[in-house]
């Protein structure tokens, strides 16, 4: 279940999905059989996300950092660049598994229209799902920090439930944004643990906060 990129990927894109187009359920099938439908998936076996993008591929096709770390937004986004250079073919067990056959192009670019296109509303996020989503309570390598505000993360939800269990009074909404910051920075200030930059969330808060 992989995604490898070849050389010369060309991009294509559309401002609204035509007839015979993938469809946001087709992505949504495709997920569930990748990840289990799980963004944050990182198995350490050289795929990760939603999709199981390796970092070539992710990389090839202009994204920065990690898959599993990326919004789901943009994951969707990528996807659907793949799928609209080489069809269902880079995702060839999952693609026939779940019965794939649209071969429309998908609608690329970002925004809300195109966000709305490719993901299927979810459930909010509850702790239960959160912890589900994680697995357990161990730190899996993702350093929270202001670039993940506007996400809503399992990992930032944990964390976030874990201090309001120590009495911080913070929202509890899986985006780690100024209000969340602040109190990493505090508690890192408090107790002496940092994780490089006040305000982020690595290991070593992590296991002092979660885990503790």
């Not at 090839?60 to 250079?85: I, M, V």
């Not at 779940?98 to 909010?124: C, K, R």
């Not at 990992?155 to 120590?166: C, G, I, L, S, T």
Request: overall charge neutral; charged content about 15%; aromatic content about 10%.
């Amino acid at each position: 279940m992989t995604a490898i990129v070849g050389s010369g990927l060309a991009v294509s894109t559309v401002a609204a999905a035509p007839a015979g187009a993938a469809t946001a359920d087709d992505f949504a099938k495709l997920r569930q059989c990748e990840s289990g439908g799980n963004y944050a998936t990182n198995t350490g076996n050289g795929f990760s996300g939603g999709y199981q993008f390796d970092d070539q591929t992710w990389h090839g096709l202009g994204y920065s950092g990690r898959p599993y770390q990326a919004s789901p937004a943009t994951q969707d986004e990528a996807a659907a660049k793949l799928y609209n250079a080489r069809g269902w073919q880079p995702w060839p067990s999952c693609s026939r598994k779940m019965g794939l056959t649209n071969n429309g192009p998908a609608a690329v670019g970002s925004g809300d229209v195109i966000e709305q296109a490719l993901a299927p509303a979810e459930p909010p996020m509850t702790l239960d799902r959160a912890r589900q989503e994680m697995g357990d309570n161990s730190y899996k390598g993702t350093v929270l920090n202001a670039g993940y505000g506007n996400d809503v993360r399992p990992d930032a939800f944990v964390w976030q439930a874990a201090m309001r269990n120590k009495s911080f009074l913070l929202t509890v909404d899986g985006k780690f944004g100024p209000q969340s910051q602040g109190i990493a920075a505090l508690y890192g200030y408090l107790t002496r643990v940092s994780d490089g930059q006040p305000g982020a969330v690595g290991q070593n808060l992590w296991n002092v906060t979660v885990r503790s």
